[in-house]
């Protein structure tokens, strides 16, 4: 449902009530929310993912958790 940019920006790709295809099976795509880090460099530096992304990506997990009433991440 989410992507986070190599620096840091968060994108939606499908509301949270909307069902994604992301991990190959309806009964969980149906029952998750996806977050896509993207790497910020290739193979050849072994498909590193930036600190700003997984900052980024931390804080997003965060506030579903917070939304969701989920308790702590």
Same mark, same amino acid.
Do not use: F, M
């Given at each position: 449902?989410?992507?986070?940019?190599?620096? $840091?920006?968060?994108?939606?790709?499908? *509301?949270?009530?909307?069902?994604?295809?992301?991990?190959?099976?309806?009964?969980?795509?149906?029952?998750?929310?996806?977050?896509?880090?993207? *790497?910020?460099? $290739? +193979?050849?530096?072994?498909w590193p993912i930036s600190p700003a992304t997984l900052e980024a990506g +931390?804080?997003?997990? +965060? +506030?579903?958790?917070?939304?969701?009433?989920? $308790?702590?991440?």
């Amino acid at each position: 449902h989410y992507a986070i940019s190599p620096t $840091g920006h968060i994108g939606q790709a499908v *509301n949270d009530k909307d069902t994604a295809w992301s991990n190959a099976n309806a009964y969980s795509n149906a029952r998750s929310i996806s977050i896509e880090h993207s *790497n910020s460099a $290739g +193979a050849a530096q072994d498909w590193p993912i930036s600190p700003a992304t997984l900052e980024a990506g +931390a804080h997003l997990v +965060a +506030a579903i958790c917070c939304y969701y009433d989920l $308790g702590r991440p």
